[in-house]
Nanobody, 117 residues
């Protein structure tokens, strides 16, 4: 059974940092193109960061230079290091396959990130 479990969200002040984790089971996070997405209140889900099976990364313009996507093959986990957080980074963060290349898997619960002033 394929499952994606996100964790690491929370409440943080603007300028702070969080590291999100996405533990994959039933699918390889190493041999697939993976991505983090977020959905802010009242907005559509948007791609935040992606990492290809070859390790090439891409970022939304709004997070470039502040967020870093990575993965740990041994743990079959994808991470999102978020630094210099801004109010507009608030939202529910999900990981999934990179939808520009693949149909998404069943969405997990996601992890809530709330940035306060």
């Amino acid at each position: 059974q394929v499952q994606l479990v996100e964790s690491g969200g929370g409440l943080v002040q603007a300028g702070g940092s969080l590291r999100l984790s996405c533990a994959a089971s039933g699918i390889s996070a190493t041999y697939n193109d993976m991505a983090w997405y977020r959905q802010a209140p009242g907005k559509q889900r948007e791609l935040v960061a992606g990492i290809t099976r070859d390790g090439i990364t891409n970022y939304a313009r709004s997070v470039k230079g502040r967020f870093t996507i990575s993965r740990e093959s041994a743990k079959n986990t994808v991470y999102l290091q978020m630094d210099s957080l801004k109010l507009e980074d608030t939202g529910v963060y999900h990981c999934n396959l990179d939808m520009s290349r693949s149909k998404p898997l069943t969405w997990g619960q996601g992890t809530q990130v709330t940035v306060s002033s």
